[in-house]
């Protein structure tokens, strides 16, 4: 089987797929990637296939917050970054000739393809965010957003498919737990999946293994690696007479995630594999238009935040 995985430009969203390519790797399946390519030859195992894709990304002002955050995501980031991406993962899919896309939940630009070309695909849901139908009590805010995401179906994808592109009517993978979101039709629970292990140089018998350790973080970077791979990054310290608390500082600022509806109802249809490693490197021309000529001219809404 031949597996595209495309993935926008935050390591966030990239590295809790690593491990499941890995393992549909080493079950002999082949895996090609459509994304920034900078951002993935650090996070991606030596000699993986990526096509380049890049996006423009604009880093969330310091200032802006829930409404204002929330318009920025989906104007400054997600539409352009659409716009931007499709060229280039059109190129991915005549390259590779996938028999399935793996998109992650703001890689709108593989789900359209994928639905244009008839190819089933599944999408990575690297949170709860939008699993539980957060805007239901913002029909304005919802409305808006509905109707950027036909904008770019109309661009991008198959007009005539009303599929929801950060929702794949055949399988959505979260990589989070249950207990956060409710039982949510047509996606399957894995929560946290290990990468292939690699080298470090943090010392692990300053852990007590007789004593719990608690791993707090505060909000993901969107454009570095993630935290768990730079173990210099986390400091252990005692916090308590039985607990080790181990904490970590993201050196960028966090884009918002995604705050929109989830729809009505999503069929299951397939199944997920767990995880572990590997996949050479293409060299797929990839167009990146200006944020202003693809960014949405829909005026915000009076009500619109996460």
Known sequence: MRVLV?????????????????ELAARGHRVAWAGDPDLLGKLLPAGATVHPCAGPVLARPPELRGFAALKHLWDDVLVPLTAAMAPGVEAAVDAERPDVVLADQQAFAGAFAAQRRGIPWATSATTSAELVDPLAGLPAVAARITDQLADLR????????????????????????????????????????????????????????????????????????????????RRPSPSGPGCRASSSTPPAPSAPRT??????????????????????????????????????????SATTSR
Do not use: K, M, W
């Not at 929109?260 to 109802?265: L, Y």
């Not at 490693?277 to 000529?293: D, I, N």
């Open 6 to 22: 495309v993935v926008p430009p935050f390591a966030g969203h990239v590295n809790p797929v690593v491990g499941v390519a890995a």
């Open 154 to 233: 109309a661009r991008h994808g198959d007009p005539a498919d009303t599929a929801d592109p950060r929702f794949s009517p055949h399988l959505v993978i979260a990589f989070t737990s249950q207990a956060l979101a409710g039982e949510v039709p047509g996606v399957r629970f894995v929560g946290p999946v290990a990468r292939p292990p690699e080298p470090h140089d943090f010392d692990f018998s300053r852990l007590d293994p007789e004593r719990p350790l608690v791993y707090v973080s505060s909000a993901p970077s969107t454009t570095t690696r993630a935290p768990a791979s730079s173990a210099s990054a």
């Open 259 to 300: 705050s929109s509806p989830r729809p009505a109802s999503r069929s299951p249809s397939c199944s997920t594999a767990p995880p572990r490693s590997s996949a050479t490197r293409a060299t797929t021309p990839c167009a990146s238009p200006s944020p202003a000529a693809s960014r949405s001219s829909s005026p915000p």
